[in-house]
């Protein structure tokens, strides 16, 4: 049977018991039952089995009742008409009480199996009421049966308080009618047998209401007991398992803990304390006295020429704080110990024994790795007092290491400047300290300076742990370097500086000898018409003198074959000095136009095409001696405003590049080839192309380098191509590219704006083309 354990707290509804009255009395009402719906509940669930059994063995006696029954009625009224009826109804009944054990075999709760048990006790009535209608009997075996009937459906199987009051009443009043209609009974039979069946129905009525009060009694009883084995149990079980882990908790721990009572005997002293102390297990079991350890750890030496009273007074430092810990090499296994010793309230005394050979080999190991970094290594707690520093860091305030140690950063600061370590003037007016302010950076370096005139590189960070860490290092050299650097950097400067002067000036030069060598040009070619034309009006003159000799002289005849001779040869002389002319003149004009523009950088309408030729006609002298030429290739009526100067001097020193350096030892003419044309509506292409013997691989990433030539010592500057590089990227505002190989000539490209790059405003800005 299983117990259900009570709640710890009652319902609030009920009424607790007096004071010396049934504990148990408050848990139940007035109908018997558990104010508690879930006491109820769990009382229900422990009789479910008790009374499914009880409901089951009924079922099987009134089952065998009824099969002796029919066999009674066979035997005694076999063959008669009433024994038919009397059969049927048996056989009813035995049908019933095969539903009725099914039923209660298939409950599974306490209120199905009343409902299937009441059910049962009613057919049961109903099966005697019919028996005894159609079967009339004598008075005293159905009122032994009803007075039994009725009791046991009080007693033998406890159902609910109203179905058996309505089944045991109901029974009882059946059979009070059939005995008064029935059986003929007289009225004081009749009133004999009431008052027999009212006794009967309070009786079992307050016997059920007792019999199940002692029932929920006894289970309360088993549930309280129940619970209070329980508890103990846990208490007892918790109290073990407290002891298991304080045990286990002691034997876990990475130090040795040993616990003496208020009288100083052992109470008791983990694996660990045993171990570190090389003692023998027996000798630290509970009770040893303290006295009886330290005279055997002072016989044995573990310590040295340490006895008994060294012992105790080492402790009584420990046990009043004047030391926290006390560290001793235990000879026996060679650690280095840590002692620590507590008080506790009671008086009890806990030692405990740390094994710090590993924390002593890291700290030496520490200093020596401080004393390595470096010129000064510190680190400062979050309180920026010293914790660890290395002996040049503490030497430049002229103290030790451990001096320096646990002094706060602004008490160093105060020492070096007493010891005239830094300069008091450098000292920011009102300021107490220059640690770093760890809530705004986590890190900084800076440079620190000495009146001794050295130089120290200071590197402060915040560790995880709020710590900071300081590395300083001597960078007085490092400083003298940097000042001969700063000195080295001027002094190139200025040589940089003396040298783009004298770039500039030789690029000027260079412009001004190309203005002068094309001046020359120039003059050797006008003279030439110039002299023609004097020889034509020359010619004309004596033909004129001629013509007037013979009109002054009368005897020389002016015959008409003279005079168109004469009239020939005038109109010849006449074309030829025309012609001449008018060439010196075009000659003129194109000196004059290139030499201003190249002499001037003002920007300026002009037509590309015709301009291109005239900057050929200026190069005419160079091209005739030689067998190449030069076509253009551009849109008519494209004009641009932009620097014609620097446009002439591009094209000038392009074309010459290409004679002087594309047909090098080639007697085979060549073509030079001038395109422009416009690719975007704010954008012009120059492209100048030969058909030379290209430029090698090696030497055309230097093309435009200053001063680089391949002509050295045969008249090459080495500034053509830089002069065009420089025009393009800052007269233009545009760019250019090469493109060569060797034996398939080159190809010049330049990507320039239509618009001037001047903040002067032009006339027009735009590009016309046909």
């Known amino acids: 049977m299983s117990v259900t354990a009570l709640p710890s707290t009652p319902d609030p509804s009920a009424a607790g018991p007096a004071p010396g009255a049934d504990p148990a009395a408050g848990y139940f009402s007035h109908s018997g039952e558990f104010r508690d719906a879930v006491l109820e509940t769990a009382f229900r669930a422990t009789i479910l089995d008790e009374i499914r059994d009880m409901a089951r063995i009924s079922g099987y006696v009134i089952t065998i009742l009824f099969m002796l029954s029919l066999a009674r009625d066979y035997w005694l009224l076999a063959g008669e008409a009433a024994f038919y009826s009397v059969a049927a109804l048996r056989l009813f009944g035995l049908g019933v009480s095969g539903i009725y054990l099914f039923a209660v075999q298939r409950a599974e709760t306490t209120t199905r199996l009343f409902a299937v048990i009441t059910f049962g006790e009613f057919m049961l009535s109903l099966q005697f009421l019919l028996q005894w ?60 047998l009431g008052l027999l069946l009212l006794a009967v129905n309070l009786l079992g009525f307050f016997g059920m209401r007792k019999a199940r009060e002692m029932r929920r009694r006894n289970f309360l009883a088993q549930s309280m007991a129940a619970r209070a084995h329980a508890e ?25 803990v040993a616990l003496f009572d208020p009288h100083g005997h052992l109470h008791t002293a983990n694996r660990r304390a045993i171990e570190l102390m090389a003692v023998n297990p027996k000798l630290a079991e509970p009770g040893t006295s303290l006295d009886s350890l330290l005279r055997r750890l002072a016989a044995r030496g573990d310590f040295g020429q340490h006895g008994v009273d060294d012992f105790r007074q080492h402790m009584d430092r420990l046990a009043s704080g004047e030391v926290n810990v006390l560290s001793a090499r235990h000879k026996p296994t060679g650690r280095i110990l840590d002692f620590t010793l507590g008080r506790l309230p009671d008086g009890s005394l806990a030692l405990t024994i740390a094994d710090a050979t590993e924390r002593v080999a890291a700290e030496r190991r520490l200093r020596h790795a401080v004393e390595a970094a470096g010129d000064g290594f510190a680190i400062y707690d979050a309180q920026d007092r010293l914790v660890i520093c290395s002996s040049r860091y503490a030497g430049l305030y002229g103290l030790t290491a451990e001096d320096a140690q646990g002094k706060h950063f602004d008490e160093l600061l105060a020492v070096g ?15 107490q300290s220059h640690m770093l302010d760890r809530s705004e950076m986590q890190e900084r370096s800076l440079d620190v300076r000495t009146l001794q005139g050295e130089w120290y590189l200071v590197q402060e960070r915040v560790t995880a742990g709020g710590d900071l860490v300081v590395l300083r290092s001597n960078i007085t050299e490092r400083h003298h370097i940097e000042d001969e650097l700063r000195r080295a950097k001027t002094e190139a400067e200025r040589m940089l500086a003396d040298l783009r002067q004298a770039q500039s000036n030789l690029i000027l030069a260079e412009k001004m000898a190309s203005l002068g060598s094309l001046v020359a040009n120039m003059s050797h070619e006008i003279s030439t018409p110039l002299g023609i034309g004097v020889t034509a009006a020359s010619h004309l003159g004596e033909e004129l003198n001629q013509l007037g000799e013979i009109l002054r002289d009368d005897q020389k005849p002016l ?49 590309v095409g015709p301009y291109l030729h005239e900057v050929l006609v200026s190069l005419a002298p160079a091209l005739r001696r030689t067998p190449h030429r030069v076509e253009i290739d551009c849109p008519e009526g494209l004009s641009i405003e932009h620097r014609p100067g620097a446009f002439s001097q591009i094209v000038t020193n392009l074309v010459m590049n290409a004679l002087q350096h ?46 680089f030539t391949t002509k050295r010592g045969t008249g090459g500057t080495g500034l053509g191509l830089h002069i065009v590089y420089t025009l393009v990227t800052q007269s233009l505002g545009g760019s250019i590219s090469v493109q060569s190989r060797p034996g398939n000539g080159s190809v010049f490209s330049i990507l320039f704006p239509v618009r001037a790059p001047d903040d002067r405003p032009l006339k027009d800005k735009t590009v016309r083309a046909a």
């Open 133 to 192: 209608l159609i079967a009339p009997q004598g008075l005293v075996l159905p009122a032994v049966v009803t007075l039994a009937a009725v009791y046991g459906y009080y007693l033998v199987i406890s159902t609910g308080g109203l179905a058996a009051v309505f089944n045991a009443g109901g029974l009882s009043i059946a059979y009070l009618f059939c005995a008064a209609y029935s059986f003929e009974q007289s009225l004081d039979e009749i009133y004999i």
């Open 559 to 607: 015959d008409r074959a003279w005079l168109e001779d004469f009239q020939s040869a005038a109109a010849e002389a006449a074309r030829i000095l025309q012609s001449n002319l008018a060439r010196a003149a075009r000659l003129m004009r194109a000196l004059k136009q290139v030499s201003a523009d190249q002499a001037s950088d003002e920007p300026r309408l002009f037509e």
């Open 232 to 256: 103990r149990d846990a208490a007892r079980a918790e109290t073990l398992r407290r002891e298991a882990y304080q045990a286990w908790a002691l034997d876990a721990l990475p130090m040795g």
């Open 662 to 707: 594309g047909y090098t030892d080639r007697d085979k003419p060549g073509l030079i080839r001038v395109r422009v044309a416009p690719i975007r509506a704010d954008r012009m292409e120059l492209e100048v192309s030969d058909d030379g013997r290209g430029i090698p691989e090696a030497v055309r990433p230097r093309v435009f380098d200053p001063f």
């Open 417 to 431: 400047y007493e010891r005239g370590v830094f300069d008091p003037a450098e000292r920011q007016p009102g300021a």
